[in-house]
């Protein structure tokens, strides 16, 4: 009945709404999945993982090869895609939830995204834009919602970072359970289906943030058995490698992951395919991309982000390196590809350029407008930071890093150590190059202390209770 409601209220809002422009307006769509990895995909190399959608998608969009999102792990990611700035402004920096401890203490991470911050949404909103969010929030309960955050229409959008189930009955506020054994990728896409059909007269915006591929491993059998009949990739490959305390998958073979990834090409197929059905494709920003690297360190990790080190929850690339392709028809050439490093907080000014509403600087202040990038010309060289003051469930430690231009250099807190990487030579990670280049070693590090300094980044600090411990045997049984 609620969910009835809330879409009800959205049609009378956009019966009222403005039509001045209307027609020049695109709709914008960003499809947000969760925990896929950069490798995850056919057109970024797995021969594993079917994805014939999302390639097609990627083959008429401009390809960013070098995107990051702004955390390695879901909440921050999510809440800097918001609002336009770095996690450590908005005061999420790990997941919401997340409480593990070692030989530091983590530092304060906020329990939602606050209601002074301006979203994307609320700015779409002003600008004449029916709002919609469909799947994943993970930014708050109960008085900081979707609802609250802007966006006329709310389906599944919770505290959850993750599914009790795959399968109907689901137990998601916000989410009414389908037919038992009904499957959530697909009763997502259902969603977007019918919000895009109830508002195709007017300018729309749809955050479509899908729960997959996160935990729980749960597929279709039929995906399943398909997946179990393929060899892995690479063929002959090593499975395992030593990272830190834990190990790092280094080949992709798990069949429910591989099918529980072509479910969600499936869907994205579906929310294309509607789009086509109406005419709106030709009108309609798309942009694809996920919140944090695959999980791929731990036993039972279940993909490899190859040749990238490690994965969610680390700030190597395999933990914070994504898909990220952007369709702007009459914008972007098809099948374009862009070697310039992009970050999640870009979305925002970008997608205000396209909906040709005012700018907002001092809300997306750690973003920059990607249209010059999209007309294929370019924008001016900047850092990149990331700030994660945590123990991530995958093994990965408290860290701070910060990429300029080929260079990134990553301190991590706990273990007293600063590596230094040319990713142009060695996007791996594996060759330390601190003692061999001391001066871009120092550049760097003064670079990074000095933003962490001006942005207030908040630090871990010395556990008084910790023995000795391995961090693993510190956690709560919490799942992020």
Known sequence: MKTRLLLACALVIAAVATT??????????????????????????SKFYDTPNIDRLAHESMRFNQAYAACPVCSPTRAAMMTGKYPSRTGITDWIGGKVAGRLLPAPNATHLALEEVTIAESLKKAGYITGHIGKWHLGGEGFMPEQQGFDYNFGGCDKGHPPSYFSP??????????VGEYLTDRLATECEKFIEANKAHPFFLNFCTYAVHTPLQAKQSLIEKYAAKPQFPAGGRELRNEGKTVDHRIQNNAVYGAMVESLDDS????????????????????FTSDNGGLSTGKNAPTSNAPFRAGKGWLYEGGIREALVIKWPGMTKPNSQCETPVITMDFYPTILTAAGAPKNPQQHRDGVDLTPLLKGGSIAERPLFWHYPHYGNQGGQPASAIRVGDWKLIEWMDLERTELFNLKDDVTEMHDLASANPKKFKELQAQLNQ?????????????????????SKRRKKQKP
């Open 20 to 45: 001045l422009g209307a027609e020049s307006k695109p709709n914008i769509i960003i499809i947000l999945a969760d925990d896929l990895g950069a490798c995850d995909l056919g057109y970024t190399g």
């Open 170 to 179: 689901y137990k998601i506020q916000n989410l009414p359970d389908g037919p």
């Open 268 to 287: 994205i197929g579906r929310v294309l395919a509607k789009l086509k059905e109406l005419g709106l494709d030709k009108n309609t920003l798309i942009i």
């Open 451 to 471: 933003w962490r300094k001006d942005i207030g980044a908040v630090m871990p600090t010395v556990n008084p209770d910790w023995n000795g411990d391995d961090n």
